[in-house]
């Protein structure tokens, strides 16, 4: 089977990571190629790779050619001259995040379709949101963005008409259940590698940090963008709250982190008398990531809200035997119980005092957690299984082809008469269909 | 041409536009052209009019060069060359209240897929034509779309005669809540006395006959009704017309001219109908051609009196409804020569 692969290809593409470690098995089964958008520099990868530079009627004639075309989105400008063609040409669509906001709004602006996004926002979900959505500004500052995205995920946009997708959690699953032609199939994402290409950009400042940790400090990290999702302020106040919490804990904010959002973190530290306990790292080497992560104890992961479909950052704490602390919520609920230390979100700050001071005051149980997780990890996580679940997912999207024609079709009668539009007439073929072809 | 004549399916239920839809198809027959008649189910619920809807939407009419739509849902069907020789729309959509439904947000998607459904099949048609002037009154009024009319012939060629009047008016079709012969029995307590009058038709139901004996009785008129309550042949029928003094016929808001109203002109005798019997006024010229009275007792008893006390009055009324239902042409020469061209 002829298979296209639509997916970015930088070496800092954390997806391009993940997508690549399944290449091997799947051009085992399937004649694949990639095909990407062009960039400077390209991961390196075992199958023919061809770069575009335009999401262009010249590229979906191409692609139109392959059995099958797997489009790979996140959230992110990597995948905005991926998304029109996902949106063109039907096919599979590996979706990395549960909310597709930014892509979808700079893709509009990119295709010129943006008026017609916003009317639709109105239509379907109001003004206010249009308003948000066409200023990119939520009342509320960044915090209330983040929520905006999680209530406008925009996902709609890119599996409209889809043959199937694929998502990392079956939280993500039933998000986005009812939207796509085809399956939705959950697939095991594998941990990113060791090696996500920012060596170029390493500070020689971040690499003297281990040295000025005490020795027996415990050390707390956060992974990933410093966005205020990761209730980095909640960790700050919990920690603050418990005399043991704030004697014992270094916390460490890793990833990159845009100056207002550091600003903030630092002058809370400094409110709360934290500030020789906090740090903000800013982006880190994979060197230096790894060796964090080898001498963390604790990796706390408490998204509010959850934008990604699965978290590849608990996924790298967890190999590296650290124990994890997350919301009970969202794809985190599904780890396991006895891998991650799971704290209801709607427990504040003291939810996660109380946790803190489990994993803090018990050595043994930091211990069996992080060896729990790796094990987790290593039996459930690895390009071979993650590769497993694309094809049985590409099958299902092949046989959901005949779904496209029948859509189309219906699509074009309605629209003859007008009744495309007319919700009760597309309810009433929504349902007939699902009878006729057993759909339910 | 293959022609697909497209009527809708109200199951059980056998009327005016059944008869012509079966007539359409044999004249276009004996003009040459292969013809089948399809009929599209219309059931009575919302959602079984929703159904019927998008079944017309998705149909393939395939070998077919042409396809004849008279009812909703039947003009949907998609087809580069539909013409329409509209009966009537659904008029549940468009009308007022009691014919039309009601504002309800059960109902008002469906209203609006209805109407949409109507402004695309009515701009796309090849050329729209309406069975009556009312039929295209309202399609002016509701869609702002001018249609031509061509009004439709009889059913059948009937031996119309006329005969010297005995002493009753009347009263012929479908016994039903629609056709108010109840209304006709009522005038009949305020009728002078010297003629009587005669109701012809098969009831829609036990009910609508219960209904019927029941104002006979209450109003005490019983020996001034004669109620034949089955359905009678066309023999009985043009024999009870031409031994009449008139006809009385009082439909509401009837789409057509009325069969019953033409096949009295025929027979050179006058209709009483009522003001608001709607397209029955085409053939019924007050004071000419019949009598136009308020749909209420008294008045209609007063139209009644008229006919039956001043004969030769109603004899020269017969005879203008005669020549002007003549000088209508409906024929069906011209209507498979519009229908076709």
Redesign the interface.
């Known amino acids: 089977m002829k298979v296209a692969m639509v997916m970015p290809m930088s070496p800092e593409s954390a997806i391009a990571d993940v997508m690549t470690q399944a290449v091997p098995d799947l051009s085992a089964r399937w004649d694949l190629e990639v095909w990407c958008p062009t960039e400077p520099n390209y991961r390196p990868c075992p199958v023919p790779v061809r770069p575009y530079a335009r999401a262009d009627a010249e590229v979906l004639e191409e692609l139109a050619t392959y059995d099958l075309v797997v489009y790979v989105l996140g959230d992110s400008p990597w995948h905005s001259r991926i998304l029109p063609l996902a949106q063109r040409l039907p096919g599979l669509v590996v979706l990395h995040d549960a909310s597709l906001t930014n892509l979808v709004r700079q893709t509009a602006i990119e295709t010129e379709t943006f008026d017609d996004l916003v009317a639709q926002v109105t239509e379907e979900l109001g003004e206010d949101r249009a308003e948000v959505l066409r200023t990119a500004v939520a009342p509320g500052g960044a915090d209330a963005w983040l929520r905006f995205c999680a209530d406008v995920p925009l996902m709609e946009v890119a599996l409209e008409g889809s043959l199937g997708a694929v998502v990392h959690s079956w939280w993500h699953a039933e998000r986005v259940d009812g939207l796509t032609l085809g399956h939705v199939t959950v697939a095991p994402l594998p941990v990113p590698s060791t090696r996500l290409g920012f060596d170029e950009n390493q500070s020689s400042s971040a690499a003297r940090l281990m040295e000025r940790l005490p020795q027996d400090a415990v050390l707390l990290v956060t992974v990933g963008s410093v966005n205020t999702n990761r209730r980095i302020d909640l960790l700050l106040e919990a920690i603050a709250d418990d005399t043991t919490l704030r004697a014992r804990i270094h916390l460490w904010a890793v990833g990159p982190t845009e100056a207002k959002a550091r600003s903030d973190l630092l002058s809370l530290a400094r409110r709360l008398d934290l500030q020789d306990h906090f740090l903000v790292t800013g982006r880190v080497t994979d060197l230096l990531l790894q060796e964090i992560l080898t001498r963390a104890d604790i990796a706390a992961a408490l998204r509010d809200p959850v934008l990604e479909g699965q978290s590849a950052s608990v996924l790298t704490q967890l190999l590296s035997d650290t124990p994890v602390m997350v919301y009970n919520h969202a794809h985190y609920a599904e780890l396991p119980d006895d891998v991650a230390v799971k704290v209801d979100p709607g427990t504040g700050s003291e939810g996660i005092r109380a946790a803190l001071r489990r994993l803090v005051d018990n050595d043994s149980e930091r211990a069996r957690r992080g060896a729990r997780g790796r094990d987790y990890v290593l039996a459930s996580r690895s390009g071979s299984a993650y590769a497993a679940a694309l094809i049985s997912a590409g099958e299902r999207a092949l046989a959901a082809k005949p779904l496209v024609h029948l859509n189309t079709d219906?699509a074009a009668?309605?629209h003859?008469?007008?009744?495309n539009?007319?919700?009760?007439?597309v309810d009433?073929?929504t349902d007939?269909t699902f009878d006729l072809f057993d759909l339910a | 041409m293959k022609l697909l004549v497209a009527n809708n399916a109200a199951p059980f239920v056998r009327g005016g536009a059944e008869l012509l839809a079966d007539r359409l198809v044999l004249e276009l027959q004996q003009a040459g052209h292969e013809v089948d008649l399809l009929r599209l189910p219309i059931g009575n619920t919302p959602?079984q009019i929703?159904?019927g809807?998008?079944a017309a939407?998705?149909l393939d009419a395939v070998n077919v060069d042409r396809v004849i739509g008279l009812k909703f849902p039947a003009y949907?069907i998609?087809h580069p060359d539909v013409v329409i020789w509209l009966v009537h729309q659904f008029r549940q959509a468009y009308d007022a209240p009691p014919v039309g439904w009601p504002k309800d947000p059960a109902l008002d998607?469906?209203v609006?897929?209805v109407c949409?459904?109507d402004?695309?099949?009515f701009a796309?048609a090849k050329r729209l034509y309406t069975i009556s002037p009312m039929v295209a009154e309202r399609l002016q009024r509701s869609n702002g779309l001018t249609a031509e009319v061509l009004m439709t012939p009889p059913h059948a060629e009937q031996a119309y005669r006329n005969e010297e009047a005995e002493d009753f008016v009347v009263a012929l079709g479908r016994v039903s809540d629609g056709k108010r012969q109840v209304l006709a029995i009522q005038a009949m307590r305020h009728a002078r006395p010297g003629y009587r009058l005669v109701v012809a038709g098969a009831p829609d139901s036990p009910q609508m006959l219960d209904v019927i004996k029941r104002e006979i009785d209450s109003a005490g008129v019983g020996d001034r009704v004669e109620l034949i309550p089955r359905f009678i042949s066309e023999e009985e029928k043009l024999d009870l017309i031409a031994r009449s003094i008139g006809s009385a016929y009082l439909p509401i808001d009837e789409d057509s001219y009325g069969y019953v109203v033409y096949e009295a002109a025929m027979s050179g005798k006058p209709t009483i109908t009522a003001t608001d019997s709607g397209g029955t006024l085409t053939l019924v010229d007050h004071g000419r051609t019949g009598l136009v009275s308020a749909p209420e007792p008294e008045a209609l008893a007063s139209a009644f009196d008229e006919l039956a006390l001043h004969r030769d009055r109603a004899r020269a009324m017969g005879q203008n409804a005669r020549t002007l239902a003549l000088e209508l042409d409906l024929s069906w020469d011209r209507v498979v020569e519009e229908l076709t061209r």
């Open positions: 219906l009668r309605l003859r008469l007008g009744l539009e007319e919700q009760a007439v009433a073929v007939l | 959602d929703l159904e809807l998008v939407s998705l949907l998609p998607p469906l609006s897929a949409a459904a402004r695309k099949a796309a």
